[in-house]
């Protein structure tokens, strides 16, 4: 008995140091990152000072997007394209969201339920946990990730309190991710070559993309329920 009061207080003090340092941060950097991130000559001339440095940094920003869900990701990328180009503004987003979704991953089987309800709502929780844990869940977990509109960074949250394998969790969620992270560096890089038609054309086609996903996401995460 002693043992597992020793083992949940640890734990508990663990919890809250992350939690503490996650919200610290939400706070004090997180608009001072999303507004940098959203001047892209700046966040270029930021990245770049750091010379060798440079793609480590960038991919330590995505990762703190993944982290605290607050920074939005999309610009994030189309910023990596901007100053890559887009096939090395996919390989460094590739890299930093997948690392980001690990740590997601491994903190939360590490805590369980009581860090995911800190970070997730209730609705959400109770919408996708049935769908990501049910017989067809390599499947539903692919669709969830391909879908725009769909909270990528909180199914990771709640991805982790199921018995999903996690090699087999990332290797899907990654193949679901790369389009729309090619897509993203593309209009990236464009802008930066100064195409702005096509990084308009592309980056239209993406927000309608986007917002019909958003739209429609209970009926097709509906739809998936009844196929499974």
Request: some cysteine; aromatic content about 16%.
């Amino acid at each position: 008995m002693k043992k597992f009061d020793r083992s949940f207080w640890i734990n508990a003090v663990f919890l809250v140091i992350i939690i503490g340092i996650l919200v610290y941060v939400s706070i004090e950097y997180a608009p001072e990152i999303t507004r940098l991130v959203s001047h892209p000559k700046k966040f270029r001339e930021f990245v770049l000072s750091y010379g060798q440095m440079s793609v480590l940094v960038f991919i330590l920003f995505q990762i703190l997007q993944v982290v605290i869900a607050i920074i939005p990701g999309e610009v994030v990328q189309i910023v990596g394209g901007y100053i890559f180009g887009t096939f090395w503004g996919t390989v460094y987003s590739f890299i930093g969201i997948t690392t980001g979704y690990v740590i997601v991953f491994v903190i939360v089987r590490f805590f369980g339920f009581r860090l995911v309800k800190q970070m997730v709502s209730e609705a959400a929780l109770e919408k996708f946990y049935s769908l990501i844990n049910s017989p067809g869940s390599d499947i539903t977990v692919f669709l969830l990730f391909l879908i725009p509109g769909v909270p990528k960074d909180i199914l990771v949250y709640i991805a982790g309190l199921t018995p999903i394998k996690p090699f087999t969790f990332f290797i899907i969620i990654s193949i679901a991710r790369i389009p729309a992270m090619i897509g993203a560096s593309y209009i990236g890089s464009n802008i930066q070559m100064e195409n702005y038609i096509v990084a308009i054309i592309i980056f239209l086609i993406a927000c309608i993309l986007f917002i019909v996903g958003f739209i429609f996401k209970n009926r097709i995460i509906s739809t998936i329920k009844n196929i499974l």
